[in-house]
T-cell receptor
Framework: GAVVSQHPSWVICKSGTSVKIECRSL??????MFWYRQFPKQSLMLMAT?????????EQGVEKDKFLINHASLTLSTLTVTSAHPEDSSFYIC??????????????FGEGSRLTVL | GDSVTQMEGPVTLSEEAFLTINCTYT??????LFWYVQYPGEGLQLLLK?????DKGSNKGFEATYRKETTSFHLEKGSVQVSDSAVYFC????????????FGQGTRLTINP
């Protein structure tokens, strides 16, 4: 199957700093990418949907100024957590879908990035 | 809104045991249903899916049947292996080709030799 890679897989930062997480589709062009957040023992919560070359669509309750998403190319989307605080500590997961017609549910997921804010 | 509820884990079984992981959903319309699996250190992978009532999805010995009358999509395998140890997520997507997936909380499965 297609490969999606996230970087870094684990990051620790001080409160007040910003952290950028990259999501790359390695062997296909991802017209749409999704960013999820997962708390311990809880399900993945969709944060936003990004389409290449356009602004991301955020889910209700997600602060767009806090979680900046950029999808500037067909193989790269970035999530920047701005002015991070301990409550932002979480596991962030991206997924990507190629530009095929229709939705088959076959999203390809990255390995996830664990953010710890001290 | 749409939601998915999975049986709580962790689940620990011996090799060759029968596996059932329960999943029920709440949704308007006619969602598609999925099971994803996450092996240690890897991203989620699609395990199987069903797009309409009474469909059975199957892959790698796993099966799940879309039961609209009970709003369920339970995952089963007749004889599990150590290599099946992973976290399993049930998910749905709304009808009309919606792209968004709604996930259950995941069930960690450990198979002992």
């Amino acid at each position: 199957g297609a490969v999606v890679s996230q970087h870094p897989s684990w990051v620790i930062c001080k409160s007040g700093t910003s952290v950028k997480i990259e999501c790359r589709s390695l062997d296909f062009q991802a017209t749409t990418m999704f960013w999820y957040r997962q708390f311990p023992k809880q399900s993945l919560m969709l944060m936003a949907t990004s389409n290449e070359g356009s602004k991301a669509t955020y889910e209700q309750g997600v602060e767009k100024d806090k979680f900046l998403i950029n999808h500037a190319s067909l193989t790269l989307s970035t999530l920047t957590v701005t002015s991070a605080h301990p409550e932002d500590s979480s596991f962030y997961i991206c997924s990507a879908r190629g530009g095929l017609v229709g939705f088959t549910g076959e999203l390809f997921f990255g390995e996830g990035s664990r953010l710890t804010v001290l | 809104g749409d939601s998915v509820t999975q049986m709580e884990g962790p689940v620990t079984l011996s090799e060759e045991a029968f596996l059932t992981i329960n999943c029920t959903y709440t949704a308007t319309g006619y969602p598609s249903l999925f099971w994803y699996v996450q092996y240690p250190g890897e991203g989620l992978q699609l395990l199987l899916k069903a797009t309409k009532a009474d469909d059975k999805g199957s892959n790698k010995g796993f099966e799940a049947t879309y039961r609209k009358e009970t709003t369920s999509f339970h995952l089963e395998k007749g004889s599990v292996q150590v290599s099946d140890s992973a976290v399993y997520f049930c998910a749905l997507s709304g009808d009309q080709g919606a792209q968004k997936l709604v996930f259950g909380q995941g069930t960690r499965l450990t198979i002992n030799p």
